[in-house]
């Protein structure tokens, strides 16, 4: 996102996947935005935080999926295949299979559509709108919820995405982001508020119903609580202990 310099009320959005976000932020070229968790610690001289703002899970997110031909247990020694799309959502998956399987695997990106993906290899990780309408055609095989698998094996929420800033810009653009943190505070207030009518205009209603999305809505957190904090720095230590950052 990018601040015009007219006024706080005025942006303008850049879309993108989140990977490219996060170098789009880290060269400058965003303001500001919401960004991987894995950029900010692998970068956090370069970045502020914005407060009380986040994208996380307490148990199962629903569109981080690992679908797989074999339980997530009998995975060791093969190549699973991920989205080259996130890099925090492949962090996560290798702890999840080193920490907590005791599982080896050689993570590949790919972007090949998991019908052509899961004949190849025994697993492929999707992540976003491709997962959310992918688990509603493979009934046959294991579908595993990573958000879901974190919870359960550390008891606290993970945190996909912080909302971050430039370091130097938010020094130099202390009023504006001052205005910048009310704005998105009461947008997302008003959101909570109105998943009912943002679902009824969503892309994604043709393929999703509207009451699976705002399901899948509700169940995401948007605060950086306590808890949310601690889920957080499990997973900078992790992260550490793997080389991830």
């Known amino acids: 996102m990018l601040l015009k310099e007219s006024g706080c009320e005025e942006y303008e959005f850049i879309e993108g996947v989140p990977s490219e976000l996060n170098r789009k932020i880290r060269e400058g070229e965003i303001d500001v935005g919401p960004s991987s968790s894995i950029e900010y610690l692998r970068n956090r001289e370069k970045y502020c935080l914005i407060e009380d703002h986040s994208v996380s899970s307490k148990g199962p997110v629903g569109s981080i999926l690992l679908f797989s031909r074999m339980p997530i247990e009998s995975l060791d020694g093969l190549t699973v295949l991920t989205s080259s799309q996130s ?7 290798q702890i999840i299979l080193t920490k907590f399987y005791g599982v080896g695997c050689l993570l590949k990106p790919t972007a090949e559509p998991l019908e052509r993906a899961i004949k190849a290899h025994a697993a492929c990780m999707l992540i976003g709108d491709e997962a959310l309408i992918e688990a509603l055609k493979w009934p046959e095989l294991h579908i595993y919820d990573i958000g879901d698998l974190w919870y359960r094996h550390t008891g606290l929420p993970f945190t996909f995405a912080l909302w971050i800033a430039g370091k130097d810009w938010c020094v130099e653009k202390s ?6 943190r009310n704005d998105l505070d009461r947008a997302k207030a008003s959101a ?13 209603r ?19 609580g306590d808890e949310q904090k601690k889920g957080f720095e499990l997973f900078r230590q992790y992260s550490e202990e793997l080389g991830l950052i």
């Not at 509207?210 to 950086?224: H, R």
């Open 87 to 93: 890099e925090t959502s492949v962090a996560l998956l």
């Open 175 to 180: 009023g504006i982001l001052e205005r910048f």
């Open 192 to 204: 909570l508020k109105n998943l009912n009518t943002i679902a009824s205009v969503s892309p994604l």
């Open 206 to 224: 043709e393929l999703i119903s509207e009451e699976k999305l705002v399901s899948y809505w509700e169940g995401i957190s948007y605060d950086f």
